[in-house]
């Protein structure tokens, strides 16, 4: 792990359900000068969740293939297009955006077939945290659970 997500001697000062009440603990200290280069904000007891978000067809796929080319091609056709005469730039971004847009058919359909109906489906994959730990090095532990038990009914 880098060096910068590490604490030399890490202690928790509390453990929070939501990452917006574990953010506003931290700008609580930072609001009373707390050194929060010293504190971590560490998601706890992760889990995968995927999003199912709809069903796959040879059209779904040929359809975001080709739009995807489509985008990539806009993309290296603005390029391109710097570097050829001026009348030529309409044509040179045209041609980019269609074969763009026929190539990404092509490698979308490659790959759908490729599953051979296995996932007929499209997803949105995350891995979330259920809780959120503050940690803060052991030389501060006293003053930050000072401060936050000051503020525990009336600001978090």
Known sequence: MA???QLEYPQSLGVFDEYADAQRAVDLLADHDFPVNEVLIVGTDLKQVE???GRLSWGTVLL???AGGAWMGLLVGLLLGLFVPRGDWLSMVVA???FGAVW???FSAVRYAATKGERDFASIKAVLPSRYEVLVEHKHLARGQELLSGSRSTEL
């Open 3 to 5: 060096k910068i997500f």
């Open 51 to 53: 999003r199912v978000t």
């Open 64 to 66: 975001s293939g080709a």
């Open 96 to 98: 980019a955006v269609g």
């Open 104 to 106: 990404g058919a092509v």
